[in-house]
């Protein structure tokens, strides 16, 4: 049926000829016989696209009730023509009700036909215009609420990094848990290191020499920090602390200090060289330790630093200060930790001021084995440190229990519970994981496009930050074997049929196919369920990316010509009157589309509507005229000349 018709009407000879009138040309038709049954159902939850008044009737009579239809906020664009007697009275006062239309009495058939069909059409694009506005309403609150998400977060890093170091505040802004800050005991690995001979150096030299000695010195510390994920804790001219396995864990963090420290001392023996050029001899001493240790801010309002205290603070400080240049030594536990991987020459039992025990330490000569660089460097509090750097997947029917929905927002579902992806980088990173599924992708990669070519100094840690709560979420839902950690990146192993991109390829071929074999009901039936996976735009969650603009146009294209595909289908079926109202939407939101046109032309003509088909290749010509210049195909001027001529070849189409 092209539209629901409502008739109102108190002589039912007129009912009868009416409905007879609009059924024969595929209407719908309902009936009421007075006013306050009319009103009923035009607010219904079913309402009509049209309405059919006469104007006489006991009671309520027809102005009244077009003016009320007019009051209603739901109801006031819905069409309204009036059956009038031939007198201009009546014309004006169905004008001044709101009536859009009015036909005398007696009335010339395809007069009405015609009259009905115009405000039918008219209809249709209000609703299409509706249903735009209503999902534009829609991706503006979506939008205002990522909007309001980012801001909280841009106030959230600065508020945190007016007193902590970066890569704390970066690691609490990306949990969003800044309870994470609050006094705790963690087991952590701990370095001290301290430039030596600086004092009688800063005393004898120029202060411009000491300004860059002590710069170039904050260089080499700042790239260890930054390529071994360290948490700064104390940073005082000379003098250094950092400290890992907090505030998030990770992996071995005492071979983690050590091979640090070593790749300190090495560096510093180059810087050590030039220096001692001009007459100074500077180098770095170190102390390393492993324990348990208290955490949390400390400082004053407008101030603070998130740092350690405890005995291991205090020995590790120690052990620093009895090193001399160029040497790393570690304590009891951090030997333990590190003996199998490490290089020692025992320094003895030593006596260390402000400790009550003599200690005992080692010398650190060398590292035999380097950290496995795919571990994730930082993890969420709740996630244990990995005994291996890729888990045992989990043994599960991935081909039925997963669905990867991306043509949409994003959407995972295992087992038939969707997985619970609330914070926006984890999403895009999921996002990005699919897109990228047939390789591995390195950390750099994924940081570029993460953060859209702009990524921050500290986007390395903040990547693994998010890598490691994917990971926790698919390991919660059973899944933790789908996120697999290679030597040199990333990469998604999930079956292609667990994605709705490839299904809807897969379904949108196999109805291509369907169509070129002559079978239209099934290519029909196959292309309308490709079409229904599609949410919203290809890959919505990370449509800023330059670098998947390319692959969304290509599926939005690959989506346009399966809806055409489809509409050739349904023409072949004989179902033209049925996708008349689609066609008409799909030619307003794409109006250079020729193919589109041409489905539409057919439709039309199909339906006995051969002046309106005729009007739509001028509503084409004047489009392309406008917009590109140009002039319709000879494809489609040869189905115009078809439809003019009332060819038979226009039925071919």
């Known amino acids: 049926m092209i539209g629901d018709v409502l008739i109102v009407d108190d002589t039912p000879a007129n009912i009868r000829l009416l409905e007879a009138i609009l059924s024969t040309h595929d209407h719908s038709v309902r009936h009421a016989e007075n006013g306050p049954d009319a009103l009923s159902v035009i607010t219904s939850e079913n309402p009509p696209d049209l309405v059919l008044l006469d104007i006489q009737m006991p009671g309520m009579n027809g102005y009244e009730v077009c003016r009320r239809i007019r009051e209603n906020p739901s109801t006031a664009l819905l069409p309204v023509i009036m059956i009038t007697a031939s007198g201009n ?28 069909r115009s405000l039918l059409r008219i209809k249709s694009f209000h609703d299409t215009i509706a249903d735009q506005a209503a999902e534009l309403a829609a991706w503006n609150r979506v939008l205002e609420d990522q909007i309001s998400e980012q801001v909280e977060e841009v106030e959230r890093l600065q508020r945190l990094r007016r007193f902590l170091s970066s890569h704390v505040a970066d690691a609490v802004l990306t949990s969003g848990d800044e309870s994470l800050l609050e006094p705790h005991r963690a087991e952590v690995a701990l370095a001290f290191c301290d430039l030596r001979g600086f004092t009688s150096f800063a005393a004898s030299s120029e202060p411009e020499e000491v300004l860059a000695a002590l710069q170039n010195y904050h260089r080499l510390v700042g790239e260890i920090v930054a390529r071994h994920d360290a948490t700064v804790g104390y940073f005082a001219g000379d003098g250094v602390m950092m400290f890992w396995n907090d505030p998030f864990p990770c992996p071995r963090p005492a071979l983690r200090a050590v091979v640090a420290a070593t790749e300190l001392r090495d560096a510093m023996a180059e810087f050590g060289a030039q220096w001692a050029q001009r007459g ?13 240790a208290t955490l949390g801010l400390i400082g004053f309002e407008g101030r603070h630093d998130y740092s350690a205290i405890g005995p291991i603070v205090n020995l590790a400080s120690r052990l620093c200060d009895e090193a001399v240049s160029g040497e790393i030594l570690i304590g009891q536990r951090a030997f333990a930790a590190v003996k199998d991987s490490v290089d020692v020459v025992s320094r003895g039992v030593l006596t260390l001021r402000g400790i009550e025990n003599p200690q005992p330490a080692w010398k650190v ?61 984890v999403r895009q990173l999921l996002s990005l994981l699919v897109l990228h599924r047939d390789e591995v992708t390195s950390v750099d990669r994924l940081a570029d496009e993460l953060w859209e070519g702009n990524p921050p100094e500290s986007a390395t840690a903040a990547l693994r930050v998010h890598i490691s709560r994917l990971r926790k979420l698919l390991s919660t839902a059973g899944q933790e074997g789908l996120l697999v950690t290679r030597p040199t990146g990333y990469q998604l192993d999930v079956d292609e049929s667990a994605i709705d991109i490839v299904r809807f390829e897969a379904a949108a071929t196999a109805g291509r196919e369907a169509l070129a074999a002559g079978n239209t009901e099934l290519a029909a039936s196959t292309l309308r369920a490709a079409l229904k996976m599609w949410r919203g735009a290809a890959y919505a969650d990370i449509a800023g990316s330059p670098h998947v603009v390319a692959e969304a146009l290509r599926l939005d294209e690959s989506r346009l010509q399966s809806v055409e595909d489809c509409m050739d289908a349904e023409l072949g079926c004989g179902r033209q009157r049925r996708i008349l109202g689609e066609l008409e939407a799909l030619v307003t939101a794409h109006p250079l589309r020729e193919r589109l046109w041409a489905q539409r032309m057919t439709a039309l003509y199909r339906s006995g509507r051969q002046p309106e088909a005729l009007e739509a290749f001028q509503m084409l010509r004047r489009h392309l005229a406008d917009e590109l210049g140009l002039d319709p195909s000879p494809e489609i001027r040869e189905l115009h000349e078809a439809i003019l001529s009332r060819a038979d070849t226009a039925d071919a189409v």
């Open 89 to 116: 009275e009546e014309k004006v006062a169905a004008l001044e009700a709101g009536a859009d239309d009015f036909i005398p009495r007696p009335f010339d058939q395809s007069e009405l036909l015609a009259r009905v």
């Open 365 to 425: 000569v060398g590292t035999r084995a380097a950290i496995d660089e795919d571990l994730p460097a930082v993890m969420s509090p709740a996630e244990p440190p990995p005994l291996r750097a890729e888990p045992e997947p989990v043994a599960t029917d991935r081909d039925l229990a997963l669905d990867f929905r991306l043509l949409g927002p994003i959407e995972v579902t295992i087992n038939g519970v969707e997985l619970p992806l609330r914070a926006s980088k």
């Open 280 to 292: 100074h001899a500077l180098g770095v001493g170190i102390g390393v330790t492993f324990g348990f």
